[in-house]
């Protein structure tokens, strides 16, 4: 193995976002197992070094839901410490007992913890049982004033070394097949000069330069791809800050060959400045 495998165990008070938190290092990478005894931790990490692919980061999400399987924890963490194929941290997410017991009255969860007892005591007695695991952590996380989104990009700046740049995914396609489903939003562009009337450009793509040229000419695609990447500029680092993972872009004409294609290629090549861009042309190629 050419890289240390970067181990993350992510444990603390039940409602301060674990959840949360396991879709955000997902989101940059992690293979992530939740609620997985401690004892069993060192056996899959031995798995995933000796996986075929590039598995080199692992998260664990335990809590005190595994009862006496939570207890060697601490144990188990500083045996991974003593590796030397592998970095271990141990994060723990806090909050203040408030925003616990708002957090399960909204959820309407039972706490763990809350068989015979009122909410507030079973948060009392939590946090007395990982006092010992709090103070061993490497990075301890205070929830209680942070939105979804906000945590999500906390984990992302922490345990992501490209977190500056958001994952931008660029699709032209054509109207008369259909708006691309996953797509945040759509750029259409019909109301631009069409190739497809022009004999000698009808054969080719936006992907050619005899048509990207032709699109690119007018003063209203000048005017519309200014706007366009301009509001994009705006919107990526506004999207990243309130936690959004990536984001779909979509630019439609008639039928996803001419208009489309050239105006995807400007924008992603102008967001590649910024983002992790990947572009995509799903109606280029389709006739009829």
């Avoid at 039940?14 to 293979?31: H, I, P, R, Y």
Wanted: proline fraction near 5%.
């Amino acid at each position: 193995m050419t890289a240390r495998l970067q181990t993350v165990i992510l444990t603390g008070m039940s409602g301060a976002g674990k959840s949360v938190a396991m879709q955000a290092l997902e989101d940059v990478g992690f293979f992530c197992v939740d609620n997985l005894p401690p004892a069993l931790m060192p056996r899959l990490l031995d798995m995933a070094e000796h996986a075929s692919g590039s598995l080199n980061k692992v998260a664990f999400a335990c809590d005190l839901r595994g009862g006496a399987l939570f207890e060697p924890l601490l144990l188990t963490v500083e045996e991974l410490r003593q590796r030397k194929d592998m970095d271990t941290m141990l994060v723990f997410l806090d909050a203040n007992e408030a925003t616990l017991v708002r957090r399960y009255k909204e959820s309407r969860r039972r706490h763990p913890l809350s068989p015979g007892s009122r909410l507030p005591e079973s948060i009392q007695q939590e946090r007395t049982v990982l006092a010992a695991v709090r103070r061993a952590a490497d990075i301890v996380i205070d929830t209680s004033d942070m939105a979804t989104g906000t945590l999500k990009q906390e984990l992302t700046r922490r345990f992501h070394a490209h977190a500056a740049r958001m994952p931008v995914h660029v699709v032209s396609f054509g109207f008369k097949y259909g708006v691309p489903l996953d797509a945040d939003m759509i750029f259409d562009v019909r109301f631009l000069p069409n190739p497809h009337y022009v004999d000698e450009l009808r054969p080719f793509t936006g992907e050619d330069q005899p048509v990207y040229d032709y699109v690119m000419q007018w003063p209203a695609t000048q005017q519309f791809v200014s706007k366009a990447e301009d509001m994009l500029d705006f919107l990526l680092p506004e999207y990243h800050r309130e936690g959004k993972s990536h984001l779909v872009v979509g630019v439609g004409c008639t039928g996803g060959k001419h208009r489309s294609v050239a105006i995807a290629k400007h924008i992603a090549n102008h967001l590649r400045q910024t983002a992790d861009v990947e572009l995509t042309h799903r109606d280029r190629g389709r006739e009829g």
